[in-house]
Every structure is written in C-alpha cells, then in structure tokens.
C-alpha cells in the first residue's frame, strides 16, 4: 500500500510558476514509477508528467513540454512538478499517482492522492 499527499498548489497569475509536492509513505516508493495527471471542470482526467523509479527518465505531454519539470528524491519519498510559465489553460486538480511504469494513461497507475488545486488568473 501507498498513501501520497500532493501540497503546493494555489493561485498564481499567467507567467507565474508554483512547484507542487507529492509526499508518499508506505512501501518502498522508489521501485514505483510516479506520474502526475490533472483534470479541470467538465474535462477528463489527463497525463501531465511521468518519471521512472531511478529518476533517470521521463515524459510529458506535448503542450507542457519546455515548462514543466518532474523530478524526484527517493531519500525523502517525494515526487516534485516544478510549473513555470503557466497558463490559464494549465488550472485543473492536479494528482499524484504511483504506478508500475511510466504510463500515459490513468489506468497505469494503482494509487492515487486526493488531488491540489492549480488555479491560473489572467
């Protein structure tokens, strides 16, 4: 069992950046690939981010490409997405995830945290 607690996120204007925490606690998070999904109002759940257990790859959607970062320490259990230049198309729920491999789809990934707000003013 895993538990993740995403942290970091808030209101920000366009242009801004916010860097958001996803503490885990359970097994042993690093033999875990972990992706970051979001979902705004009315929009289905989508892929944002991926790294791999060691660190050493990772993915992302084409229009996060260049702005976004994944990054994670396995010493402190935490999975990071640093967001620069966001954009008002950027606000949604942003989620944490654990899963088996670095995936793309919701379904790849088994545990799930409860989710912080990413909201960007114009």
């Known amino acids: 069992q895993v538990q993740l607690v995403e942290s970091g996120g808030g209101l920000v204007q366009t242009g801004g950046s916010l860097r958001l925490s996803c503490a885990a606690s359970?097994?042993?998070?690093?033999?875990?690939?972990m992706g970051w999904f979001r979902q705004a109002p009315g929009k289905e759940r989508e892929f944002v981010a991926a790294?791999?257990?060691?660190?050493?790859?990772?993915s992302y959607r084409d229009s996060v490409k260049g702005r976004f970062a994944i990054s994670r320490d396995n010493a402190k259990n935490t999975v990071y997405l640093e967001m620069n230049s966001l954009k008002a198309e950027d606000t949604a729920v942003y989620y944490c995830?654990?899963?088996?491999?670095?995936?793309?789809?919701?379904?790849?990934?088994?545990?799930w945290g409860q989710g912080t707000q990413v909201t960007v003013s114009s």
């Open positions: 995830a654990a899963g088996s491999w670095t995936g793309s789809s919701w379904s790849d990934y088994r545990y």
């Open positions: 790294i791999s257990g060691s660190g050493s790859f990772t």
């Open positions: 359970g097994r042993t998070v690093s033999s875990y690939a």
